[in-house]
């Protein structure tokens, strides 16, 4: 657990914010939020991947924006539920919120039961983030563009490993909509994948951005397919699957934010908002797109279509694979 706590500087600006603004007014209680409360951002992953760096960045500038500490709970287990079910559970007040990424959508398609209803437990805030699934190959083996390999799974059956939900259906998707061979391949997470591929025991394999990225950097890796519309700056010579003429194959490991059912639309709002100042800084705009990934800050109404969107595309991708839950 990460407390991020704000400056002197930081404190008054905060107070003389909360002076001068009429916001939140909740029920005749003129304490603005978050008053001098801790707020909490649970990430239901592990320390260090991808949605735990987002919401340690965020939660550091929220901090000093809002005069209060912004602490960052990794709650881990069973692919993001154990601290999804921990948020869905808690108050409505804006002091318990959750980061998650695109496997939160995902989760229902691929789990026979979850402890909470995932459209109704929770109170969507904004897409704060978008990283695509990429994949992946050898730096010393036979492809070098995702033509080539396209064209040599459409030969022979080659194996794509995964390791969670949303690697599984990408690899899935990029099946069925390029009349491949390909046969997934179970892993425990993007590590061991990497190390398989590296040592020619794996042909591919479709990961984040940031699993891909040292092993990319120390040349031992080569990513050849961007699962979005346009290319990656950090991986400028690999091709989009649409431009290789598969258009259907998106995937973003978005970044998404969270509140328990029940949040209030001004509290929303003003998280939303807040979000946006934060945000803005080219700093971190620079330091999220070193990890391959963009602010996108959706509003909430365009979020919550946007989960629906997702929940049933990646469902027509379980099914048409033949895919049940577990």
């Known amino acids: 657990m990460t407390v991020f706590h704000p400056t002197r500087r930081a404190l008054g600006l905060a107070l003389a914010a909360g002076l001068a603004s009429p916001l939140l007014h909740a029920q005749g209680n003129a304490a603005r939020w978050p008053g001098n409360k801790p707020v909490t951002i649970v990430v239901p992953y592990s320390p260090g991947g991808g949605t735990d760096i987002v919401a340690r960045t ?88 995702l033509n080539e390999l396209l064209a040599a799974a459409r030969k022979e059956p080659l194996g794509v490993g995964y390791s969670e939900g949303q690697t ?64 990656l700056a950090i991986f400028p010579d690999a091709m989009t699957f649409r431009e290789a003429g598969l258009p259907q194959v998106e995937s973003l490991s978005w970044y998404g934010l969270f509140g328990p059912a029940g949040l209030s639309p001004e509290l929303v709002g003003q998280i939303n908002e807040d979000l946006k100042k934060v945000t803005s800084e080219p700093a971190l705009q620079r ?35 033949g895919i049940q839950p577990e």
């Open 287 to 321: 330091q999220m797109n070193d990890q391959g990934a963009k602010v996108v800050l959706t509003p909430p109404a365009e979020f919550a279509k946007f989960l629906q969107q997702e929940q049933s595309k990646w469902a027509r991708v379980a099914q048409q694979g």
């Open 58 to 145: 965020v939660a550091q500038r929220l901090s000093e924006l809002w005069g209060v500490s912004v602490v960052v709970d990794n709650r881990t287990g069973a692919n993001g539920v154990i601290g999804s079910a921990y948020v869905a559970k808690a108050a409505p007040d804006g002091y318990s919120l959750l980061m998650v990424v695109g496997s939160h959508a995902i989760n229902p398609v691929l789990m026979k039961s979850l402890p909470y209803d995932t459209g109704r437990a929770f109170t969507p805030v904004t897409r704060l983030a978008d990283s695509p699934m990429v994949l992946v190959v050898s730096a010393q083996g036979p492809y070098k563009t």
């Open 168 to 231: 599984r259906l990408t690899g899935e998707l990029m099946r069925q909509a390029g009349g491949l061979k390909t046969e997934g391949v179970p892993y425990k997470g993007g590590a061991p994948i990497m190390v398989d591929i590296i040592g020619g025991h794996l042909p591919m394999g479709v990961t984040s951005v940031l699993t891909a990225l040292p092993h990319v950097q120390s040349g031992k890796l080569r990513v050849i397919g961007v699962a979005a519309a346009e290319r």
